[in-house]
């Protein structure tokens, strides 16, 4: 299967591809990244996710923080590493505009210009494939102390999700010759439903809309498995045949497990198993001998995208575990 990769040093040893990124959400790029990478390492995973908001990879002007940049070389130059990806900020994320979909035309522009700096970011570090969440409605709700229901209600009405998704297909074209330039691919990802936000890409058929009216092979998809077993049981419908639906479009994997109860007004509230827990492959209730078997042949780049972990060897007990699965 195409998320294996034989380790020469260990000839019997399959690895699977990781990301990394997502699991630095309480690690500091200061002196932890080479420790977090190097454990990571000793277990014999070469495949890595970094998230790019965390090493402050972007300025608030949209920039590229050339510190950053050189910080990353240094470390990372260190390992013998197969491949490396990057997740993009997400929807504003620490003052840097990203929602590629805003209707603020202002945002969209500075958005773009985020986007842009990203792919030139990643071409800096031999990074070919750059996660991207198309965006969201609402972004400014993320930060209201509640939900203005009726704002909601009448913006929804006036501009609607379709004109968010025209917004998201306006920034990507003017962001295709860069990553054309750059040798960057840029892969959108499913999202979870979110009533407080309203991600464009909940529903995963928005994925191919956005790459086929794009029409370029620099923009494919990314599927999020476990937002995608979220977005199934919040709308009621079959993950086996969304994934399906997908996989011609796909080129980046997301591998991680939930209980498969939506927490559509807040992300996840972990101590009650609700919402988009990000937990590792066998954890959870999600079918992975469905989704192993379904994804069979997609040639894409696989990463577990695992953020609640007891230890690092949860990793590699997660890549035993869907081994089996392939073997089996």
């Known amino acids: 299967m195409s998320y294996w990769i034989v380790n020469k040093r260990y000839p019997t040893l399959r690895v699977i591809k990781l990301r990394t990124g997502a699991t630095l959400y309480n690690v500091s790029t200061k002196g932890k990244l080479r420790e977090f990478v190097q454990e990571l390492y000793d277990l014999h995973f070469r495949i890595f996710e970094l998230y790019l908001p965390f090493y402050g990879a972007i300025k608030p002007d949209s920039s590229i923080n050339e510190n950053s940049l050189k910080e990353l070389k240094e470390v990372l130059s260190t390992f013998s590493i197969e491949e490396l990806t990057a997740h993009g900020y997400y929807d504003d994320e620490l003052g840097v505009m990203s929602n590629i979909a805003s209707i603020d035309e202002t945002t969209r522009k500075m958005a773009e210009r985020t986007l842009n700096s990203m792919i030139e970011f990643c071409s800096e570090l031999n990074i070919h494939i750059l996660n991207e969440h198309p965006g969201t409605l609402f972004p400014e709700l993320k930060r209201s102390r509640s939900i203005n229901i009726s704002f909601m209600a009448n913006d929804f009405k006036k501009f609607g999700k379709p004109k968010a998704v025209e917004m998201a297909v306006r920034t990507l074209k003017n962001c295709v010759k860069v990553a054309e330039d750059h040798d960057v691919l840029i892969c959108l990802e499913n999202e979870v439903p979110r009533l407080d936000t309203l991600p464009i890409a909940d529903n995963p058929i928005v994925i191919p809309t956005l790459i086929e009216a794009l029409n370029s092979e620099n923009v494919k998809g990314t599927c999020d498995v476990g937002h995608l077993a979220l977005s199934a049981s919040f709308f009621g419908f079959d993950l086996k ?63 577990l995208e695992v953020l609640q972990y007891k230890t690092l060897a949860d990793f590699r007990t997660s890549a035993d575990y869907l081994q089996k699965i392939e073997s089996g």
């Open 241 to 303: 045949l969304a994934m399906v639906l997908l996989k011609p479009y796909l080129r980046h994997i997301h591998l991680h497990d939930n209980k498969l109860i939506p927490y559509p007004v807040g992300g996840t509230q972990a101590q009650k198993g609700l919402g988009d827990l990000h937990l590792p492959p066998g954890q959870g209730l999600i079918d992975f001998k469905a989704v192993v078997k379904t994804l069979l042949g997609v040639d894409a780049v696989y990463n």
